[in-house]
């Protein structure tokens, strides 16, 4: 709760009715100066199109979770490989990814690279360009939590006659673990949040159907603040969580 | 435990550790490694322990040849117990779990034998109250002996301890010498590095005496410490003795 700047989190309802009320005021003053029509009853009739593209968005930050904490380990790993080419690819790939906007990249992987070896299914190629993405941040993540770990806990275990994979198997990956979750809840809501410009190539996910009701029914407002909500119903769960799991973190010393 | 030292080289970081050490067989139970700071005393039981692979020459133990290669080199270590300074335990296990790991996979000993071998190792060194914390739950003695007894579980053909007590205080320090001098007088050889003079010359028989990378003194426990023979081990043994 520190995080929030409050003392006594049994005052956190409180706080957070607050500052619901007090943005809400503020965005009710700005819209009431402006006249705004609302017509919430042409896009209820589109409910249906938004909990679909919810789903997909689900399905898509779930499936890119899971293939970037693959992409994440691997990376990882081969950065600290004894195996030069191995540490140079590891490096050259998490750079490239982290130097460069995610907009370019889908534009680029997805009309440049997908298209030429005939990946036609955009959900597929945002899965892949996501993981790609989030694999980058997901291997530093994972490669602090590695480094993080004490060298007398590695000495220990090769003074007991561990095995280089056993030593990662028993000692690192446990402990790396503990340190990772949390930059990884993170890492995760930026992953739900990073999905909407996968809108951009066709994937049938929230914003790109917010969008599309938005052009039926010429409803902007009460398109895109269901579409907000669609993604705070997803990220501030996980938010919670990861400032759960910091708590807990370390060994109690 | 026999242990004969042949112009041992070892560097680290550009800098010679070993210069050429070198030992004439010697035959104890309990082997003291003393000496200054940065002498060779922790690398030299690194290499005795299989942790570091020599640059050049030869360390016999038990007139076998300690090997180069990594991979006899671990066996080698599976064969060794080996306690460090501080943080031996694995952080995110229990003590109990700590015993368990390396005797179930690395040792190869069915789960149940290992359970009975543990609890009953831990009972005999009155732990077993303490064996399903986590080493932060422990004192730093308590973690140091749970570190012994680890080590010791797997039957090791000889104990190496690195200054097994410098991370303590004296009342923790003084548990952990207990335990080892039980350990010592049970038949387990022991080779100690150790700042705790009267310590090593009450627990050990042989005392080795280390400085700038060579063994420039040894010989029996009593007679080394009554009559030193070079001059810098006498005014070692005299600044720290007077303390």
Redesign the interface.
């Given at each position: 709760m520190r995080a929030l700047g409050l003392k006594n989190p049994r005052w956190l309802p409180l706080h957070v009715l607050l500052g619901v009320v007090f943005l809400s005021g503020l965005c009710t003053l700005a819209l009431g100066s402006v006249s705004y029509q609302w017509n919430f009853e042409a896009v209820w009739g589109y409910r249906t199109k938004f909990l679909a593209g919810w789903a997909v968005t689900i399905l898509l930050a779930i499936c890119s979770l899971v293939l970037s904490t693959c992409l994440g380990l691997l990376a990882a790993l081969m950065r600290r490989s004894v195996w030069m080419p191995f540490r140079a690819t590891a490096i050259v790939y998490t750079e490239l990814i982290r130097s460069t906007p995610l907009l370019v990249q889908i534009l680029l992987l997805y009309y440049g690279i997908f298209q030429a070896v005939g990946l036609q299914n955009r959900f597929v190629a945002g899965v892949v360009i996501l993981s790609l993405f989030a694999g980058a941040y997901i291997s530093e993540i994972i490669r602090a939590g590695i480094e993080g770990i004490?060298q007398?806990?590695l000495?220990?275990?090769?003074?007991?006659?561990?095995?280089p994979f056993?030593t990662y198997r028993?000692?690192i990956l446990?402990?790396a673990l503990?340190q990772i979750l949390p930059p990884m809840t993170g890492q995760f809501i930026s992953l739900i949040k990073d999905s909407s410009l996968l809108s951009i190539i066709g994937v049938q996910e929230l914003t790109l159907n917010a969008r599309e009701i938005n052009s039926y029914t010429y409803s902007t407002l009460e398109s895109y603040l269901p579409l907000a909500l669609g993604y705070l119903l997803l990220t501030l769960p996980l938010s919670m969580l990861a400032h759960q799991l910091e708590k807990r973190i370390g060994?109690?010393? | 435990m026999d242990l004969e030292i042949r112009d041992l080289q070892l560097g680290l970081g550009g800098k010679d550790i070993l210069q050429g050490m070198t030992l004439p067989q010697v035959s104890a139970n309990v082997f003291a490694l003393i000496g200054p700071s940065g002498g060779g005393k922790s690398t030299l039981l690194r290499v005795i322990?299989g942790?570091l692979p020599p640059d050049g020459g030869e360390v016999l133990l038990n007139r076998e040849r300690l090997p180069e290669d990594e991979k006899s080199l671990?066996?080698c270590?599976?064969k060794?117990g080996?306690v460090?300074q501080?943080?031996?335990?694995?952080?995110?296990l229990t003590a109990f779990e700590n015993l368990m790991?390396?005797l179930t996979?690395?040792q190869g000993m069915p789960v149940e034998e290992a359970e009975a071998k543990s609890m009953a190792c831990l009972e005999r060194f009155q732990l077993a109250d303490h064996a399903h914390k986590?080493?932060?739950?422990l004192s730093g003695g308590q973690q140091q002996r749970v570190a012994i007894i680890?080590a010791l579980v797997i039957e090791p053909r000889c104990l190496l301890l690195d200054e097994p007590t410098s991370a303590l205080d004296p009342e923790m320090a003084a548990q952990v010498l207990e335990m080892i001098e039980e350990v010592a007088a049970q038949g387990t050889p022991v080779m100690l590095v150790t700042h705790h003079l009267a310590f090593a010359r009450r627990v050990s028989d042989t005392t080795l005496f280390l400085a700038e990378g060579q063994i420039t003194e040894h010989g029996p426990t009593s007679a080394f410490f009554e009559r030193p023979q070079t001059e810098a081990c006498r005014r070692f043994l005299d600044r720290v003795m007077r303390m």
């Open positions: 004490p007398t806990q000495e220990s275990a090769r003074s007991l006659g561990f095995t056993q028993f000692v446990p402990q503990r060994y109690g010393s | 322990g942790l671990r066996q270590r599976r060794t080996m460090f501080n943080w031996n335990l694995f952080h995110h790991l390396p996979q690395v986590k080493p932060h739950q680890r």
